[in-house]
T-cell receptor, first 115, second 111 residues
């Protein structure tokens, strides 16, 4: 099983550029989410989804958009990249619609640098 | 505001030592406390705790939750170099679909 797959693994952007981080899971999980991880800050939730067509904001949603048109895919869009968005991004999914009710399965991360 | 605090931030030990990692939480309508291990890439799940005083164990790792004092500990006995990682804990609430993560404890085990 592939689990949670994120692409790309590495990306360098210039300020103002846009891009999409892709996330796909093959476990038929209802819950999907995006986190960013910065030194000394831990994992912070950006956006999450409890099913196709349903998305909601996390702790740090500004500058990011998401959509969930299928159960499998949950792309994260940066509309106009800023240096403050330099980070490692993780996509995670769970069989339960409540992330607090069970294990999160994480992708391997996408390291984004904004110059 | 909900928060999760881990201590120590960093720990350096020798192989064979026993370590205790701490996680305190303030989570409204608390549901669960989860522990993850992060080596080079993705965090991987260790334990989920929902009841006070019931130890969860997996090999040399064990964890327990105290819902009265609002903390959890993760114990690792007879540490090995392969235990070197960042250990994350996260609190979950019945109120929301969000997990609140602590900043992690970086454990380094030297031979």
């Amino acid at each position: 099983n592939a689990g949670v797959t994120q692409t790309p693994k590495f990306q360098v952007l210039k300020t103002g550029q846009s891009m999409t981080l892709q996330c796909a899971q093959d476990m038929n999980h209802e819950y999907m989410s995006w986190y960013r991880q910065d030194p000394g800050m831990g994992l912070r939730l950006i956006h999450y989804s409890v099913g196709a067509g349903i998305t909601d904001q996390g702790e740090v949603p500004n500058g990011y958009n998401v959509s969930r048109s299928t159960t499998e895919d949950f792309p994260l869009r940066l509309l106009s990249a800023a240096p403050s968005q330099t980070s490692v991004y993780f996509c995670a999914s769970s069989y339960s619609r409540f992330s607090s009710a069970g294990e999160l399965f994480f992708g391997e991360g996408s390291r984004l640098t904004v110059l | 505001e909900d928060k999760v605090v881990q201590s120590p931030l960093s720990l350096v030990v020798h192989e064979g030592d026993t370590v205790t990692l701490n996680c305190s939480y303030e989570v409204t309508n608390f549901r669960s406390l989860l522990w993850y291990k992060q080596e080079k890439k993705a965090p991987t799940f260790l334990f989920m705790l929902t009841s006070s005083g019931i130890e969860k164990k997996s090999g040399r790792l064990s964890s327990i939750l105290d819902k009265k004092e609002l903390f959890s500990i993760l114990n690792i006995t007879a540490t090995q170099t392969g235990d070197s990682a960042i250990y994350l804990c996260a609190g979950g609430s019945y109120n929301t679909d969000k997990l609140i993560f602590g900043t992690g404890t970086r454990l380094q085990v030297f031979p």
